[in-house]
């Protein structure tokens, strides 16, 4: 059974740093892409950053130079290290995977990844 737990979520101050992780079991992860989104309140859920199965890494230019998603394939495991937060990142942020041999061409299209973890909240403040 697919599932997904994300972990690391909190509260931080303007500038602050948080690694958010995402641990997988019944697939291996590295094989498959697999992308972190966030969702803040009253607005539509968005792709943050993807990370394929060769290593390629797909990051939206509102985080671009602050965040940078990894994996742990010993952990299974995926990252999103967070810096230099802003209050507009404050969501709910969620790991999903994409279980298909050929990953989509849209890394953000939502329905691309079957597999959705429960989320954890990240709040920025000053």
């Known amino acids: 059974q697919v599932q997904l737990v994300e972990s690391g979520g909190g509260s931080v101050e303007i500038g602050g740093s948080l690694r958010l992780s995402c641990e997988a079991s019944?697939?291996?992860?590295?094989?498959?892409?697999m992308a972190w989104f966030r969702q803040a309140p009253g607005k539509e859920r968005e792709g943050v950053a993807r990370?394929?199965?060769?290593?390629?890494?797909t990051v939206v230019d509102a985080v671009k130079g602050r965040f940078t998603i990894s994996r742990d394939n010993e952990k299974n495991t995926l990252y999103l290290q967070m810096n230099s937060l802003k209050p507009d990142d404050t969501a709910m942020y969620y790991c999903?995977?994409?279980?298909?041999?050929?990953?989509?061409?849209?890394?953000?299209?939502?329905?691309?990844?079957?597999?959705w973890g429960q989320g954890t909240q990240v709040t920025v403040s000053s």
């Open positions: 990370l394929d199965k060769y290593g390629h890494e």
């Open positions: 019944g697939f291996t992860g590295r094989n498959f892409c």
């Open positions: 999903a995977a994409d279980l298909r041999t050929i990953c989509s061409s849209f890394p953000f299209r939502m329905s691309s990844y079957p597999s």
